[in-house]
């Protein structure tokens, strides 16, 4: 059975950083394309980073993030990471980990989500 | 960037009834479209991809159309289950794109 389990959330002021962390289990990490997907309060989905976690060539950021966030992996962990720095208000959301189908696919399996909060 | 706009926002529906959500993109994406469905405090579940397979486990009673630019999402016969959030999402380009969301509602 696929689980995907975010933690690192939590309230952080505007400027500062956090890591947040999934831990994977069920499939092969090691040879999977990984995303992070996030949803701030009472709004829609809004797609953030993905990466290929057997070649660390293969990086995607939305420009929303770019330079400010990075995506990660530990393969002998199973565990994928969302370094991000520089918060702003507007980062505010719930973050999802989720794992995405054979060869680039959809989005099929998703975290519980872990919530992160930009705010003074 | 692929914008998708989906329509209606809100569909007002009984159980039984049948719900039509539709997704139109900004250019084509082929048939690299899917459907997932939210629930109050839970994480998107996977409903339809590339724009006419059902996922594991999805019942029969929800189909997927449509190619290019045109997308549709059926539930035949509402249950009590379906009513949720449904959004629409491309991968043909980067960035990946989400529709706004369209809520299905206990009329």
């Known amino acids: 059975e696929v689980q995907l389990l975010e933690s690192g959330g939590g309230l952080v002021q505007p400027g500062g950083s956090l890591r947040l962390s999934c831990a994977a289990s069920g499939f092969t990490f090691s040879s999977s394309v990984m995303s992070w997907v996030r949803q701030a309060p009472g709004k829609g989905l809004e797609w953030v980073s993905t990466?290929?976690?057997?070649?660390?060539?293969?990086?995607f950021y939305a420009d929303s993030v770019k330079g400010r966030f990075t995506i990660s992996s530990d393969t002998s962990k199973n565990t994928l990471y969302l370094q991000m720095n520089g918060l702003r208000a507007e980062d505010t959301a719930t973050y999802y980990c989720v794992k995405r189908m054979a060869n680039w696919g959809f989005f099929d399996y998703w975290g519980q989500g872990t919530l992160v909060t930009v705010s003074s | 960037e692929i914008v998708l706009t989906q329509s209606p926002a809100t569909l007002s529906l009984s159980p039984g009834e049948r719900a039509i959500l539709s997704c139109k993109t900004s250019q084509s994406v082929s048939s690299l479209l899917a459907w997932y469905q939210q629930k109050p405090g839970q994480a998107p579940r996977l409903v339809i991809y590339d724009a006419s397979n059902r996922a594991t486990g999805i019942p029969a009673r929800f189909s997927g159309s449509g190619s290019g630019t045109d997308f549709t999402l059926t539930i035949s016969s509402l249950e009590p289950e379906d009513f949720a959030v449904y959004y629409c999402l491309q991968r043909i380009s980067w960035p990946l794109t989400f529709g706004g969301g369209a809520r299905v509602e206990f009329k």
């Open positions: 990466m290929d976690t057997t070649r660390g060539d293969k990086i």
